[in-house]
């Protein structure tokens, strides 16, 4: 993943690791929407939706896994570190306040803090199988992204009046995840759905 992810940084900018992104800001609003998805309004009946907040989780990892790249640059020391963390045990059953957790240690850091995302994917009951499964797939849709004009600012996110998530969800659960051409054809079952809804190649 941590390979993966530096390939995805690279593609959008090969000076990614010198460019200041501000990886800390990317992770606190990705926990106020993954808060949105399971409901926090007293005053309004709502219902957890745990696949939007799994895809929250995800999109997270990617904004950690870039922001330790960053700070650290040796992959097989992240690695370990993380490893390290994730054999954790879950100190909370309140995924709002691991939520919450996350984003203020991230603010108050100005970095990623690995330890609370480890606790908020033990709450969420989020296996490193299904993480890893997760990002698999988002990482292909963002490479199918960039492909098709998303930094020029001319990709259409809306499929058929749907996100381009939802079809990865449902591309991803009709696929073999531990294919070997799992990536390739999740890839162009995005695109088959792409050309037919938003006829682009």
Not at 26 to 50: F, R, S, T, V
Not at 77 to 82: F, K, L, R
């Amino acid at each position: 993943m941590l390979e993966l992810q530096d390939a995805m940084n690279t593609r959008i900018n090969p000076e990614w690791r010198q460019a200041g992104n501000e990886w800390y800001r990317a992770i606190w609003i990705e926990c106020a929407e993954m808060l949105d998805h399971y409901g926090w309004k007293w005053w309004k009946h709502q219902e957890p939706d745990m696949a939007q907040v799994i895809l929250e989780i995800v999109d997270i990892w990617h904004f950690i896994l870039s922001d330790l790249l960053e700070t650290s640059g040796d992959t097989d020391d992240i690695a370990s570190h993380i490893e390290t963390i994730m054999q954790s045990s879950c100190e909370t059953t309140d995924i709002p306040a691991a939520i919450e957790i996350l984003a203020g240690n991230t603010l108050g850091h100005r970095h990623a803090d690995v330890e609370a995302f480890v606790q908020l994917m033990l709450v969420a009951d989020l296996t490193l199988d299904d993480l890893y499964r997760g990002y698999i797939g988002k990482n292909v849709l963002n490479f199918f992204r960039q492909d098709h004009g998303y930094k020029q600012g001319t990709y259409e996110k809306l499929w058929g009046g749907r996100e381009d998530n939802e079809y990865l969800v449902e591309t991803a659960a009709d696929l073999d995840t531990d294919s070997p051409s799992f990536q390739q054809d999740l890839y162009e079952g995005l695109k088959a759905h792409y050309t037919r809804l938003c006829k682009q190649e």
